[in-house]
């Protein structure tokens, strides 16, 4: 399975970012779709989660900012970013855990946001 994220890139403190991230094959086995995101010199963290049955869930320093949601036609899970902040500033990793245990990884795109 390969996964494509792309959307990236520099922004404004304030302004908005969508993440996408493709799946090569279909979600529908999929039981747990995730960002998370590495900043310099810090451990990845998970920023977003989206299960199954969509039920969702953040980490505390984006909650009421960042969205997660899942396209399953297009294979797709999105990342809408809103109220940017400096500190938000990290590549992005999407993730996905199917069913039977295999988790995968996408390439990981760079958010960077100026003060």
């Known amino acids: 399975v390969q996964l494509q994220a792309s959307g990236g890139g520099l922004v404004q403190a304030g302004g908005s970012l969508r993440l996408s991230c493709a799946a090569s094959r279909s979600v529908f086995s999929i039981s747990v779709m995730a960002w998370y995101r590495q900043a310099p010199g810090k451990q990845r963290e998970l920023v977003a989660t989206i299960i199954s049955s969509g039920s969702t869930n953040y980490a505390d320093s984006v909650k009421g900012r960042f969205t997660i949601s899942r396209d399953n036609a297009k294979n797709t899970v999105h990342l809408q970013m809103n109220s940017l902040r400096p500190e938000d500033t990290a590549v992005y990793y999407c993730?996905?855990?199917?069913?039977?245990?295999?988790?995968?990884w996408g390439q990981g795109t760079q958010v960077t946001v100026s003060s």
């Open positions: 993730n996905v855990d199917y069913a039977n245990g295999a988790t995968y």
